[in-house]
């Protein structure tokens, strides 16, 4: 089963949604300590078979008063929303993830390969 319906448009909103959480981000994420929590989402289901929304977000892991760690996180949800899964596509510093956010090319690959594999592990355990 072809688990990519549409690549052309799956990598425009990728694109679309690094994009905003990138513009969030640079104006928006402190060097150091917690912040409220940036994400952006879009429809995947016409673009990745058995997905609901994407949703991507960028946090400070639980208790990081005084430092520096953030994380992207891409999380895809079943079309009735009832279930979800993720995984990180980005851990370290603050100013390294500001660079992470600069070079969009790369991010978009390791964003698409997470989708990819959470779409097969919502199937995997037919999650609906």
Sequence with gaps: MQIVLNEQKLQQAIGAALHELAGRALQGVPDTGAFTALSTRFAGGELVAG?????????????????????????????S??????????????A????VLKSEATLKGKVR??????????????LE
């Design 51 to 79: 997905v609901g929304d994407v949703e991507l977000r960028l946090a400070a892991p639980s208790g990081d008063k005084g430092k520096q760690e953030r994380f992207l996180e891409v999380r895809v949800s079943t079309p």
């Design 81 to 94: 929303g009832g279930s979800h899964s993720s995984t990180w596509v980005f851990y370290g510093k603050t």
């Design 96 to 99: 390294a993830l500001k660079d």
């Design 113 to 126: 390969a997470a989708i990819v594999a959470e779409a097969e592990s919502l199937q995997r355990h037919e």
